[in-house]
């Protein structure tokens, strides 16, 4: 999309219906979703970033009496997140395009991140994770309550990833503090809300932080509202609401049966961010692969290398060969 957004004043939560949410939850797993949030800033108005670590780093798993099996199955585990963060960083390094990235394998705690993935990206559309999360919880502990209205607006925001959707439930749940509430919620270190309150796709945020986001809706969040958010993950369509093709990444064809992912795309001053982000089928595997691409070379080319990088990764994690 292009454009910037004009804020609209922030009203006050919807009533809600348990049924809305109900119903939304049943929604059957199997899709993909994305989007992006287009922007007029000036070229130079990219990004400002963190500096990234020079190597993979991995987090073990903390275990006071690891028997045999267990230390195997985490230097095993070690070793797939490790191949899987390196393949990423060696087609960015061979690229002119930045890309960050990183893994977690949730059955064991292991995590790596890349060169670049602790760096902060534009966020695009992915915020609407964000903001979707920090929904959910006020839901959770009866502070708001989600009309039918609403939880069809978070359906479209995360499936097919409609900024309609997304104005709507940033607009009436606080904006930039959606994004602070989850960043505080699932205790994310690179994260932080738009400069400017109207540009949430502006929002900063990491590869490492957006795998703990996800993490954390898998792990703590009530069941209702982890299966309101990936039943929409898995349920989205080849092309978002805008008519991009976010068939690429984590959802390119041939499309992974059960594979959960939400995709981000905006053009901003010379830069265009494309981002894929989810989780692989069995829920075990966590990926978020971030891009920074010259808005000249065109989307793509992004889309190219973006799904070039993904297959590397996926490939590690499973044993399988690259195509």
Known sequence: MNGRRTLRRLTASAAVTAVALAALALVGFGGDWGGGQA?????????????????????????????????????????????????????DAASPSDLGVAVLDRDTGQQAVGARGSEQFYSASVVKLYTVVAILHRVETGEVTLSAADATDIQRALSLS??????????????????????????????????????WGEALISARDVVTL????????????????????????????????????????????????????MWIGTQFYLHTTGVLPGDRYVIAIFSKNAASSGSAAARTLVTRATAAATAALTGSAAP
Do not use: C, H
Request: charged share 15%; hydrophobic share 45%.
């Open 39 to 91: 922007s007029a800033a000036a070229a130079t108005a990219d990004a400002p970033a963190a500096a990234p670590p020079s190597t993979p780093a991995t987090t073990p798993v903390a275990d006071a009496t690891p028997d045999t099996a267990t230390q195997k199955a985490s230097a095993a585990s070690a070793a797939a997140v490790t191949a899987a963060v390196r393949a990423v960083d060696a087609v």
């Open 162 to 199: 409609d900024d309609q959707a997304m104005d709507a439930l940033w607009e009436k749940s606080g904006g930039p503090a959606t994004v602070s509430q989850a960043i505080a919620l699932a205790g994310l270190t690179d994260s932080a809300p738009p400069t400017d309150p109207s540009q």
């Open 214 to 265: 996800y993490d954390y809706v898998l792990t703590s969040m009530a069941p209702s509202s982890r299966d309101m958010i990936m039943n929409a993950l898995t349920s989205a369509q080849d092309t978002g609401a805008d008519g991009f093709d976010q068939a690429f990444g984590l959802l390119a064809p041939p499309r992974a049966r059960g594979v959960a992912a939400k995709q981000g795309w």
